[in-house]
């Protein structure tokens, strides 16, 4: 009874579909069969109609391709193919055209479409389903054509399981996807062994009409261009019916992809191209990763950060034991009691002879040749009420000095000093402590004024940015690693973004040890301590903080830039970077020259004049040579004024008659009579310099790199490397120590900054190619399972970058106990 009560229906459904193809004008042949090749002709007075039916199990979704050919290639009077379904109805013409950039058209005879495919039906009972094709021509004449309808048997993608697969412009491709049961999310890869022709993938929900046609691909769903690779992640709870299409949509054009534009563009514009290109493309759906993955990277990224703290805590308290160890021992010693009555006598803050403090520096092997002569005058400038300590050696070169010149007001002349052939920290820290104190805290709150004046634009911009990703679908906006991009919430890349997380806990951090260091720097001074007073390198600790503000900041701007990352927000990434290196060379140099410093509205106002470049580096470096002249040029002017101020300690005048003075001074000291440099080791640096940036002006004018900020960043970061190194070195010369802490910060930079450098240099994408080509450099992640070769080197960057503050933090601690006037000047 069941079986023939099934039957009836379906006997009706023949009956009906003979009675309907019978009726259409010019007759028509019984139902159609699935498989078979039908020809014939129409014309305007002669249209066919072809009637295909076919039953769906329970559960099952079945998908129908049509085919259809023309020979005609005659665009007036086109073949029309109507394709009526239960539920939609889908048409196209053949010759089938696309339009192209500068309105070129292509036209293809060959057309093959997949059906939207009826939802199962949830009855147990097998569905009946009925396709009406119907064939038309306004021609007045015949025009041949073939048709062919097949059922699918691969419609339906599994997970893990590749699949293999031709398309092309007129013969798109889409496939069905359900999630299983203890899937959340799926990773859509897509690969090619061709580059061209370009492609979209695009996955949109189950509805109809499935838009797979170059011209609506855009209309619906997630989309992305391809050339070699793609992938999108997508997830069950965008899709209620747990279940998407994957479309696969061949462009007419290569132009999106980075392709070059056909020649034809300076011809005949309206040209029709009869071209066959077809894509071999493989697919592949694979589970991603699990929520529980995500918390795992979380723990991951803070703990290993907090750890630093543990580290730094430990280092404290090492410190606080051994400090509280040798001032006991210090007020055990008979020999301290002795002196501390001395100073109490005396009250001048001066330590006398009864507790001599040894200078690292041994006498006739500091910097250059020094003699006494130097110190003698370093400690009357330094302490003017005092005369020479106790103790003190003199030779006859003070004498005949002294009876030459004893002018006071010639030692008060500040450029009289600085043309000393051997300067020393006592004639370069004359100034009032507090005064200069002040003057370099304003570098801390003029960064906090950038940093939020900067970074509020910054975070509703890239917030636009990713609504519009959301709510378009178009991933071509923004260039992540899509192979290892993991959404949470609304963000696309979570990784990316939590990978930051070092600098601003590094930077919060730095901020705390300086506190720390600048809170015993105040406990002292207000002690009086006869170290803190007229001993070491003059503690000032506004670039410091400031610093550290970079570094948090470089963390919050980098994860704005990693949001979506694309050529119209690069600057927030390196902004900030060209700060930390500008502040780390200021501080370097400020060590030993605290009163000759650069002020902070100079230095944050040459730090916009980069950003200002670096943005038109980009826009214009790419192809216009006369940007490279102008900033090759600009950048060999810079380098010889700066060169100029620091040999000449910022007694050489800037302004407009700068440069005959600088001929003048050439003349007289090269070519009228060539004589030996006043300060050697400072021309040593300054000319070691000038070659490294002049070689980098000239190999952007060679070259043009296509990385205009990165290029930008390798000037500041190589003349930081180079004032370093130098340091270091005559720190070395001078026979001053490297303390243990200090030598371990300086392993640990290199070691880190060189690991860094390996995960900076694996690109894994490029704002500076098209989309499509992006992604070809796009890679698995590496780490948990979570995060790609970038986000490693987000975290060791910010390693790398706190071990380095800390080298310029502790790099002279080992002259707390020298007097400034035997510390030399370099």
Sequence with gaps: MAGGAAAAPRALLCALLWAVTAAAPGGGPAPGAFGRVYRGAVNISAERLYAFAYSSEPGQV??????????????????????????????????????????????????????????????????????????????PFNIAYELLVTRLENFQLETNKPFNFTASPSQPQYFLYKFPQDVDSVIIKVVSDAVYPCSVVSVQDIVCPVYDLDHNVEFNGVYQSMTKQAAITVQRKDFPGEQFFVVFVIKPEDYACGGSVPSSIHGNVNRTWNLQRTKNLQVTIVPSIKKSVYIQAMFFSFLSFLSFYLGSVVVAFVHYIRVQRKASAERLSPENAASERLLMKDGSGIMTSSHPITASTPEGSSYGAIDESSSSGGRQLSSPEHGPPAGSDTDSSVEEESDFDTMPEIESDKNVIRTKVFLYLSDLSRKDRRIVSKKYKIYFWNIITIAVFYALPVIQLVITYQTVVNVTGNQDICYYNFLCAHPLGVLSAFNNILSNVGHMLLGFLFLLIVLRRDILHRRAMEMKDVYTLDYGIPKHFGLFYAMGIALMMEGVLSACYHVCPNYSNFQFDTSFMYMIAGLCMLKLYQTRHPDINASAYSAYASFAVVICLAVLGVVFGKNDMWFWVIFSLIHVLASLALSTQIYYMGRFKMDLGVFRRAAMVLYTDCIQQCSRPMYMDRMVLLIVGNLVNWSFAIFGLVYRPRDFASYILGIFICNLLLYLAFYIIMKIRSCEKLLPIPLFCIVATAVVWAAALYFFFQTLSSWEETPAESREKNRSCILLGFFDDHDVWHFLSAAALF????????????LDTVRRDKIPVF
Excluded: H
Excluded at 81 to 109: D, E, H, M
Excluded at 803 to 814: A, E, H, I, M, P
């Design 62 to 139: 079945d998908a129908v391709r049509v085919y259809v050919n023309s020979s005609s290639e005659n665009l007036q009077y086109p073949v029309l193919f109507v394709v009526r379904q239960q539920k939609g109805v889908l048409s196209w013409q053949v010759p089938l055209i696309f339009r192209g950039l500068y309105q070129r058209t292509y036209n293809y005879q060959e057309v093959s479409r997949t059906l939207c495919p009826s939802e199962p039906a949830p009855e147990t009972g097998p569905s009946d389903q009925i396709i009406f094709v119907d064939v038309a021509s306004m021609a």
């Design 803 to 814: 071990f380095s503050f800390l080298v310029l933090l502790t790099l002279d601690d080992d």
